[in-house]
Nanobody, 125 residues
Framework: QVQLVESGGGLVQAGGSLRLSCLAS????????MGWFRQVPGKEREFVAA????????YYADSVKGRFTISRDNAKNTVYLQMNRLKPEESAVYYC??????????????????WGHGTQVTVSS
């Protein structure tokens, strides 16, 4: 099991940028694939991006392609989500998640076994 703690959320104007971080502890970080999800109250949790354990493979939800970048630093046990050109409708709680073995392209929450508590991102119009 890996423990995850997100940070970096906050209030930003539409068109602005934020970088989220997720610090992992417990299981060897370089042995897990990582992802970011987001959730608005009353709606299902939505896949945002994922990255392979080496960092060589990444994929994104269509809605964020070209604006968001997921990356990781295995030496720091941290995964990042750089979010640019943010939109008001992207206000949500953002969660990072870890998967022991993620099938490339999977966006299913069920494939991720460990979750952080989330960080709030609010984009004002």
């Amino acid at each position: 099991q890996v423990q995850l703690v997100e940070s970096g959320g906050g209030l930003v104007q539409a068109g602005g940028s934020l970088r989220l971080s997720c610090l992992a502890s417990g299981r060897t970080f370089s042995s897990v694939d990582m992802g970011w999800f987001r959730q608005v109250p009353g709606k299902e949790r939505e896949f945002v991006a994922a990255i392979s354990r080496t960092g060589a493979g990444t994929y994104y939800a269509d809605s964020v392609k070209g604006r968001f970048t997921i990356s990781r630093d295995n030496a720091k046990n941290t995964v990042y989500l750089q979010m640019n050109r943010l939109k008001p409708e992207e206000s949500a709680v953002y969660y990072c998640a870890a998967a022991r073995m993620l099938k490339y392209g999977s966006t299913r929450q069920e494939d991720f076994g460990s979750w952080g508590h989330g960080t709030q991102v609010t984009v004002s119009s």
